[in-house]
């Protein structure tokens, strides 16, 4: 139990472990877990991570679980936050810049990046992800936004596809290897209710985090005045690539395969 209970919730995110928690000891939700039970009590894309680390176990080695993964992510080192800035600074600025950082963290990857974006304009941002893709073997996820100018929702697809051949054309021109792709359908469509991918995160090994106001454009990461946060923190690196990975298992995104 103990080798596999991490693998399997390590993405699942922390209030979903104590809710669970709390069903089981409540008796609310039966042990051995089921993954009828599961889908039904609203769990899920995260229903197979559960079962990975769970399923089979009794009502007791279940919550002794669940109990240790939570203790250990509440004893954690506290996460260092460093503010992140682009733009104008005063004298006596400690923040770090928004395109030296982005960079940092695209060479110091070793497994994974996961890039959430709203604009992209230029392949100088995006190079070291590149290169560490070929070099590491380093995953990418990338999630982008398709402005909402198909002709009808039946043509959004195409649309999107579309609109992602010209992001390979015209900002990653490295060729191979490249990073699956994945868009929010709703973006694509025309007319109300409007919606975008207007995320700006970098996610990188599950264990660093930027949340920031700038695009991968030269604006957002030389001139415009932007803030963001660096987040060193594992648990919060592991909750946000989650989120993203979720969408992908629910089929709430749809992978680019062009």
Same mark, same amino acid.
């Given at each position: 139990?103990?080798?596999?209970?991490?693998?399997?919730?390590?993405?699942?995110?922390?209030?979903?472990?104590?809710?669970?928690?709390?069903?089981?000891?409540?008796?609310?939700?039966?042990?051995?877990?089921?993954?009828?039970?599961?889908?039904?009590?609203?769990?899920?894309?995260?229903?197979?991570?559960?079962?990975?680390?769970?399923?089979?176990?009794?009502?007791?080695?279940?919550?002794?679980?669940?109990?240790?993964?939570?203790?250990?992510?509440?004893?954690?080192?506290?996460?260092?936050?460093?503010?992140?800035?682009?733009?104008?600074?005063?004298?006596?600025?400690?923040?770090?810049?928004?395109?030296?950082?982005?960079?940092?963290?695209?060479? #110091?990857?070793? /497994?994974?990046?996961?890039? !959430?974006?709203?604009?992209? +304009? @230029?392949?100088?941002?995006? &190079?070291?992800?590149?290169?560490?893709?070929?070099?590491?073997?380093?995953?990418?996820?990338?999630?982008?936004?398709?402005?909402?100018?198909?002709?009808?929702?039946?043509?959004?697809?195409?649309?999107?596809?579309?609109?992602?051949?010209?992001?390979?054309?015209?900002?990653?021109?490295?060729?191979?290897?490249?990073?699956?792709?994945?868009?929010?359908?709703?973006?694509?469509?025309?007319?109300?209710?409007?919606?975008?991918?207007?995320?700006?995160?970098?996610?990188?090994?599950?264990?660093?985090?930027?949340?920031?106001?700038?695009?991968?454009?030269?604006? #957002?990461?030389? /001139?415009?005045?932007?803030? !963001?946060?660096?987040?060193? +923190? @594992?648990?919060?690196?592991? &909750?946000?690539?989650?989120?993203?990975?979720?969408?992908?298992?629910?089929?709430?995104?749809?992978?680019?395969?062009?």
């Amino acid at each position: 139990m103990s080798a596999k209970t991490p693998s399997g919730l390590s993405q699942v995110p922390r209030s979903v472990l104590e809710r669970l928690l709390a069903s089981i000891e409540r008796r609310h939700m039966e042990c051995p877990l089921s993954e009828l039970e599961l889908l039904a009590s609203g769990y899920g894309a995260l229903v197979p991570a559960i079962l990975d680390a769970l399923g089979g176990l009794g009502a007791e080695a279940a919550t002794a679980a669940l109990r240790l993964v939570l203790a250990e992510r509440t004893h954690r080192p506290p996460p260092r936050l460093s503010l992140v800035w682009t733009g104008p600074e005063a004298r006596g600025s400690v923040a770090r810049d928004t395109a030296l950082l982005v960079r940092d963290l695209f060479e #110091g990857a070793k /497994r994974s990046v996961i890039v !959430g974006g709203y604009a992209f +304009d @230029r392949p100088g941002i995006l &190079e070291p992800l590149h290169a560490v893709m070929g070099s590491r073997g380093v995953r990418a996820l990338m999630f982008l936004d398709i402005p909402g100018e198909a002709r009808s929702a039946q043509d959004a697809d195409a649309f999107a596809t579309a609109a992602i051949d010209r992001f390979f054309r015209e900002v990653w021109t490295f060729g191979a290897p490249k990073p699956d792709v994945y868009y929010d359908p709703r973006t694509a469509t025309p007319g109300p209710p409007w919606a975008s991918l207007h995320a700006k995160c970098i996610v990188v090994d599950d264990e660093r985090a930027l949340i920031t106001s700038a695009n991968f454009t030269e604006r #957002g990461q030389t /001139r415009n005045i932007e803030a !963001g946060v660096l987040i060193e +923190d @594992r648990s919060f690196a592991e &909750e946000l690539g989650a989120q993203w990975r979720i969408l992908i298992a629910a089929g709430l995104v749809r992978p680019y395969k062009g």
